[in-house]
């Protein structure tokens, strides 16, 4: 999911799509959750509510390069993050409503992080493949050995893209 929903260069950086979007999922929920004031709560949901309008402005949109049932997904979820905010303002405050926002933020940066990982992965298996001279039989080991060598850079910290 390409968004752009993180895409504050001062914030994020040069960091690829992918994960600027999902460190701004986390920052959200980091935001709803450390929250301890009714003013920091208070821009914590206007600042989660922003997000998830533009996540289900992105998943309206055709051109997003988003699969149409994943678009689905998206915005049903979206419009259900935005009524929950809303109902929140509007007074119906609890823990679990909190958490529950800031854990659906978690689950979808993680898949968009496990969605970049992956496709890492494939683009190095396809390079691996290609230096030792395209050989038919060797698929799973290229992936394996390509998971090993992305795993390696996303622990260091080394930039992948």
Known sequence: MASRIGNDPA??????LLEQDARALIDAAIRLTEAETP????DALVHDLAL?????TMAGKEESGIDRELRG?????AA????T???VRDG????HTFSTLAGINLHIADGLLRSQQNHLVRERAYELWQEEGCPDDRQQ?????????????LRTGVSSE
């Open 92 to 95: 119906v405050l609890s823990e």
């Open 80 to 83: 259900f993050v935005i009524r």
């Open 39 to 42: 003013v920091a709560l208070g």
């Open 141 to 153: 080991e290229h992936w394996l050995r390509a998971e090993r060598e992305i795993a390696a850079l």
């Open 85 to 87: 905010i809303l109902e």
């Open 73 to 77: 997904n998206l915005s049903r979820l």
């Open 52 to 56: 998830w309008v533009a996540i289900e």
């Open 11 to 16: 914030v994020y950086g040069d960091l690829p």
